[in-house]
Each structure stands twice: as C-alpha cells, then as structure tokens.
C-alpha cells in the first residue's frame, strides 16, 4: 500500500511539471512503475512514457525520435493493453470487463498521417471584413520543416519573470515585425511576400518531380502534399513535363532563405 | 426562471445561432436557446474548455479575462504560451474564433458573447506547424486533463472523399485515458466537428468523429437545412449552427485575431465549439456529469426543430424506443435551455459494459448488382459480466475489400428494426487495394434500444460500372448497460424524450 501511494506521488509530479527531463521519466517508466502497473490493470504508467514525456529542445527532434520510441511503446503496450478485439474475453486479459473502463480498440494504421481542420478546411473568409478567402490547407508528418515562433505576450496575471513578454501590442504589425527578426522558413502558403523562391508558384509545378533525399528536398516534398489534390490533378495533365530544369534550379534559394533571415 | 435582458455586446444581433429572432432569412426560435440556459443562472462558471487549434489571442479584450492560462500550450512551438502566429492572410484566426463563440465576455463593449460567457477557454496550439505528428496530437489531446473538462477540436483526417484514417496509437491512448482517468475520474468531453467533405464524404470514415470516445458535431444553418459542405454519417450525435445561406451575413458572429470581430467564421468547424460551449453550462449546472453522461443528456435534450435534410434524403425517423434521429443531424440541434435543466436533476447513468454480440468471419464475395446480407444472432452477453441490455453505442468492426471502395454502402438493422447507414457510397474513394481493415463503423441511432436479438449488415455496391468485393469479417460491439439508465430520473414533461423512453424501458421491464 505505502508503495503505491508513493508512486502516485511520483506520477502526480510528472503530471505537475510535464516536461521534465527524459532521464528522470525513464527511471519512473522502466523501474518502479511497471509493477504498479503489473498491480493496477490500468495502462497509466504506460501511457506517462508514451506520451507525456517529449524533449524541451526543438519541434525537429520531436518527430526524429518517433520511430524509435514507438516501436518500444508498442511493445510495452500490447503486453498490458488489448489494441485489437481479440483479447476481449481472452486469458490474454485477465479482467476483460473492469466496470466502466474504456478499452484501446481500433484497426491498425500504417503510414503518414494527412491532417486538415482549422482555417485550411472547407470555404472559409479571413479578416474581420472576411477580405480574403481561405486556401485548403493538408498538414502531414512526411516531413518536419519549421515556420517562425510567434511571440508570448504574458496573460492576465504573468509577467516577464514567467518567460513571456510585457511589452506587447495586440496588433498585426507588431506580430509581423516579431517574427521578421527570425531565422525560419518562409510560410508561402500564406505570406504574400517571401523571397520569390519560395512562392508557391514555384513550388506546385514540382509536383510530379521524384525528389533526391537531400535536406532540401524534404522541405520541398512537404510542399509536394500540402498540394496534394492540384499535385494529384497536375500529374494527369502534365506527364513528361516532369523533370523541368528550371524547377530544378529553384530548390536551392529556399535553403539560401534560411540565411538571409540571419540579417536582421 | 428570471427575466433577462439580452446581451448589450454590439455583436449580438448578429450571432442568430444564439438567439435567432428570424434575422437575415433565418427561422425565429431556431437557435441554441442558450437564453433559457442563462435565465437558470447558468454561464459556464469553473468549466474551461480547450480549443485545439492553432492558437487564440488571448489578449483579445473578448477573451483575455475567461482566459485559462495554466490549462494552455503550445505545441507548435513547445511553450507556455499559444498565442497565433502572424501570416499576411490572418490564417491562423481559427482558434480565436471558436475560443469566442465558447467564452467571449458579456456586456462588455466587445464583439458578441460565448455560449458559456462564464466559462475559461484554454488555448492549444496544435495545428500551426507544416506537419501533425500522432506525439502533438496525443500531447494535445491528454494535456492538463484534470484542468480541462472539455476538448474542442475541429481537425481530423482530410476530407477529400477518399480517406480512410484516424487517431494513431499514443492519440488514441490519450482519448482512451482521458475518457477513463481526466476530469479526476469523470472523463474528459471531447467535441469534434463532423467534418467539412461534403455529400460525398462519410465522418465514419474519419476515426476521431466515428469514436464513441468524441461527440461529434454537425451542423444546420439558419433556416435548418443542412450545410451543403456537411458531411454525414451515423456517428453524429448532434448539431449546432453554422454558415451556409445565401445571405452572406449569416456565418458565424465571433472574436477575430488582433482583438478584432468578425462576422465570417464557417463550417462545421465553428460548429464544435458551440456544442462545446453548450457542453460546458451542463457541467456548470452539474459538476458531477461524466463523459456518458453528456452523451445521454445530448441524446434525451436535443431536438428535431425544424432540421432537415435540403436535398430530401434523409429523413426523420423513430428508434426503437422512440428517439427520433435523422442520418445528418444525430438526434437534432442541442438545446441549452432544456440541457442544464435536465443536468440539475441528472443522476449519473448506470456502469457501461462492452459486449461482443458475434462474429461472422465466413469471407463472402459481393456481388456488383445484389447486396449480401450477413446476420447475427446474439443474446448481448446475457448472463456474463458484460451483459448489455440498454443500448448506447454499437460499431460494427469490418474487414473488406472492393475494387472501389467508394462504391460499398453498409446498412447495419437493430433487432428492433432501426436501420442506420454506417458507410454511404464515396464517389471520390477509388480504393482498390486496401479496401477497411477492421474499420469501427459506428453508430448512435440505436441509443436507448435492446441489443438482444438479431441485427443484420447488409454490404452492396452502388455504382454504375461493375465491381466486385470480399467481405471478411464482421464483429458487432454493443456498448452499453445492465440496468435501465433512466430509472432514478424524474420526469417532469409526459411529452420530453426522458418520459418517452423511460416509459418504453419500464413497459419492457414488466414483461
């Protein structure tokens, strides 16, 4: 019993602070918590390693270190935790039918994910006056690019000491200006005036083209499936007009971008 | 019930979703009826709802004091604080905009109100990055759940009419937790757009609206037709109100970024949130509520109205226990007024158990221009610990393939006789290959119902060339009670939806 109330204390501080290093997390997940969880037909442990626990550093990092974790999630996972309906009623789980608890059913998918919501969706006026109209927008995990960080003005009752900013104006111009002072990639999608590069205009006849592996070529193939459906269309009416050389000279000044952001 | 004034903010007028006094073509009393919510003293208070999206401003004078600061992130560019990233178009005014049709402040000068006034909105910034991976879901999804009681989200797998996908692993993990474990053991509410795809898209084929896990939303516009963008499927549990008139004035009055307004917000996606914003003066007026107990109350208080199907296809129809549905709508437009009254008596329903009624598992060609049709025979678990007698949601997990996908319809029929479309042909799903691999087809026109008896699936093709297909296997879940779940309710209106089925599970009961 002590042991138990010690580790919900120790789970009840990951759920405190989050984001606390991976070291201290793999100690709770792999050490202490997996006989709890051998205890508790409850996939709680499991799931704090599985999910909660992603690096402080960098959204780059945060999808390079998936593949490898998943695998070790799943592992773990299935050796407590019916993915599929098979083990429904199974010896597999020794209590098939805890009162009002959900299980963990669905099919298997494999593959990239394609993400659309938000303002990318369906027809949709921006600005206030509804000035402008909406582009479908497809998000996808192909690829992990990064666009510029918004700033972090303080809400009520935060100040500067909690890391975000005092001084703040609530206005377009002033979220422009904050993010023009950044190194990160060009959003053409919705920026009106990146280097021309990066328009998309350029980018859409890349459609058809099979893309080396370099770096720069990966940021180009996210632009490839946020147009999946005009890709999907351009490739039935421009076959053979793939190979263009002058796409192919485009590439480069998106990853020149990069640098030229340092200026500032 | 105290006399109210309307709200002074000078957007009211506008957001006829709230009170719809037949402004810009719309039909008078066709609205949230959220006034009858507030005349119960109910606003939204110590609920937060989290909008998952791609920021809010929170700043916005609308906004800045119903802000939860503590419930946020922003995992977009993993920090504290969501606030939206700045492009030339204003795209990312999304999240404002849903954060203030669920808690703009009242009478304040600014904008027009929230649902839920009283309420906090937590802001999730989650879909500004030119990826989604399953962690920033998964992370979104089980963010704070003791802090937020309520997830609104309007994203989900593309609608382009051929996808068939949903939530990845540790994302489905962290719906699964959050229903069993968030709100300190309650479960979390997680609202979800039906989805924007159109007539030829099914949300069945979109995993995160077709779980029993999420409620998810559809929408009507202001005359109660449906959207011409909704998507339609037998997972739809309700709808609110969104754009689609030919009047341009008639989309969705909200909060816009940089502390503006905007009269323009569209789609099911500014659908969810108000459901969302309904969701959270229940739970206001009942902290106690769980996850399936908002289902049952979304279920017993919405109504029919004046919804309907613009196209004429589908139609009203009565479950075996009286509970009109309608294959677009769920069981119709939520009704606030009637929610938070029903919310304050509520006793909480009885233990859910999940039964596996059968399995056919015989592969059986589908013939191009016959249907098949598969039946089980299942006494719902009776005897075993896992019985089920009163139904809530029933999927029926199927394995297929055809040589184009888009062209199966899947009719599943209760015992009771309810038919339900679970999977509507697809025009645009040219599938041949991986056809649905133990895809969940779920649906709720059965709620209330006896699962006891025989239900049939009938597969066929829909389609003007010849195909020809393999069903492989088929697995009814019944999801649902032992007991009657409305037993300890009282009932104040003969005529209320609670009466009808209770009297329908105590008329059974006596046999």
Redesign the interface.
Same mark, same amino acid.
Request: with cysteine; glycine share 10%.
């Given at each position: 019993m002590g042991h138990i109330s010690l580790i919900t204390m120790a789970v009840v501080v990951i759920?405190a602070t989050?984001y606390i290093p991976q070291e201290k997390d793999h100690f709770l997940t792999d050490v202490i918590l997996r006989e709890v969880v051998d205890r508790m037909s409850?996939?709680?442990a499991d799931?704090t390693g599985?999910?909660?626990d992603?690096p402080?550093t $960098?959204?780059i990092s945060?999808?390079a270190m998936?593949p490898g974790r $998943?695998v070790k999630?799943?592992e773990t996972?299935e050796q407590q935790f019916p993915v599929?309906?098979d083990p429904?009623?199974d010896s597999g789980n020794p209590n098939?039918?805890i009162?009002?608890?959900?299980?963990?059913? %669905?099919?298997?998918?494999w593959g990239h994910?394609?993400?659309? /919501?938000?303002?990318?969706?369906?027809?949709?006026?921006?600005?206030?006056? /509804?000035a402008?109209k $909406?582009?479908k927008e497809?998000?996808?995990?192909?690829?992990?690019?990064?666009?510029? $960080?918004?700033?972090?003005?303080c809400?009520?009752?935060?100040s500067a000491d909690?890391?975000?900013l005092e001084q703040?104006e609530?206005?377009?111009g002033f979220?422009?200006e904050?993010?023009s002072a950044q190194e990160c990639?060009c959003?053409s999608? %919705?920026?009106?005036?990146c280097p021309a590069s990066s328009g998309r205009e350029i980018q859409s006849p890349g459609a058809g083209n099979d893309l080396t592996d370099s770096d720069l070529d990966r940021i180009m193939e996210?632009f490839q499936v946020?147009d999946q %459906?005009r890709n999907l269309v351009a490739k039935k009416f421009h076959v053979k007009k793939d190979g263009n050389p002058f796409l192919k000279g485009e590439k480069l000044p998106v990853a020149a971008k990069k640098g030229i952001g340092v200026v500032y | 019930m105290r006399p109210q004034q309307d709200p002074s903010d000078p957007y009211f007028p506008f957001q006829w979703y709230l009170k719809n006094t037949g402004q810009n073509g719309g039909k008078a009393k066709l609205d949230l009826n959220v006034e009858a919510a507030w005349a119960q003293g109910v606003t939204g208070k110590n609920v937060t709802t989290a909008i998952m999206d791609d920021g809010v401003d929170y700043i916005h004078p609308d906004l800045k004091y119903n802000y939860n600061a503590r419930a946020s992130y922003d995992f977009s560019s993993n920090d504290a604080y969501p606030y939206p990233r700045y492009t030339d178009d204003w795209f990312n005014s999304h999240g404002t905009r849903c954060a203030g049709e669920v808690a703009a402040a009242r009478d304040n000068g600014v904008c027009g109100v929230g649902v839920a006034y009283d309420s906090k909105i937590a802001g999730i910034r989650m879909l500004d990055q030119p990826y989604m991976t399953d962690l920033i879901e998964a992370n979104s999804m089980g963010h704070e759940p003791n802090l937020i009681d309520i997830y609104s989200a309007s994203w989900g797998p593309t609608d382009d009419g051929k996808t068939v996908d949903g939530p990845r692993n540790a994302t489905m993990r962290a719906i699964v937790r959050g229903v069993n474990e968030g709100r300190n053991g309650l479960g979390n509410i997680y609202v979800w757009a039906s989805g924007d795809g159109g007539e030829d898209d099914d949300c069945n084929c979109d995993g995160y609206a077709a779980s029993m896990w999420t409620i998810s939303i559809n929408s009507a516009i202001n005359d109660g037709q449906n959207a011409h963008y909704d998507e339609s499927c037998s997972s739809t549990l309700a709808s609110t109100f969104s754009n689609g008139a030919k009047d341009p004035n008639t989309g969705v009055a909200t909060t816009d970024l940089y502390g503006k307004c905007t009269t323009t917000h569209s789609g099911t996606s500014a659908a969810a949130p108000e459901a969302a914003g309904v969701f959270a003066l229940a739970l206001e007026a009942n902290p106690q509520l769980t996850w399936r107990d908002i289902q049952h109350l979304t279920v017993l208080t919405s109504k029919r109205n004046s919804l309907f199907d613009a196209k004429g296809r589908f139609h009203w129809t009565m479950n075996g226990v009286g509970l009109e549905f309608n294959h677009l709508f769920g069981f119709g437009v939520l009704d606030a007024g009637a929610m938070v009254a029903l919310a304050k008596q509520w006793k909480t329903v009885p233990a859910r158990y999940h039964c596996e009624g059968g399995t056919v598992s015989e592969t059986q060609e589908i013939p191009s221009s016959r249907s098949v049709l598969l039946k089980i025979n299942t006494n719902a678990c009776q005897g075993t610990e896992t019985q089920v007698s009163y139904l809530e949601h029933v999927q029926a997990v199927i394995t297929l393939n055809a040589t184009r996908r888009g062209d199966v319809e899947l009719f599943l029929t209760s015992p009771m006789g309810t038919r339900s479309m679970i999977l509507s042909r697809r025009v645009n799903d040219d599938d041949h290959r991986d056809g649905f691999a133990k895809w969940p087809f779920m649906t709720t026109h059965t709620w209330g119902e006896y699962p006891q008896g025989t239900w049939s699936l009938e597969i066929s093709f829909n389609s003007q060339t010849p195909q020809s297909g393999f069903i492989k296997e088929w697995t009814l879940m019944l999801h649902g009670t032992r007991d009657p779940p409305y037993s300890g309710l009282p009932v104040s209106d003969p005529h209320s939806k609670l009466a009808i089925v209770k009297k329908a599970h105590e008329e059974r009961n006596k046999l």
């Open positions: 759920g989050a409850k996939d709680f799931d599985a999910y909660l992603f402080e $960098n959204r945060l999808g998936m $998943n999630d799943l996972e599929d309906y429904l009623g098939p039918s009162r009002d608890q959900e299980y963990l059913q %669905h099919s298997t998918l994910q394609y993400m659309a /919501g938000g303002a990318g969706e369906g027809k949709q006026r921006l600005k206030p006056d /509804g402008i $909406n582009s497809v998000k996808t995990d192909a690829s992990l690019p990064a666009y510029c $960080n918004p700033p972090n003005p809400p009520v009752g935060y909690d890391g975000c703040f609530n206005t377009a979220s422009r904050f993010q990639m959003d999608e %919705h920026m009106f005036d996210q946020e %459906h | -």
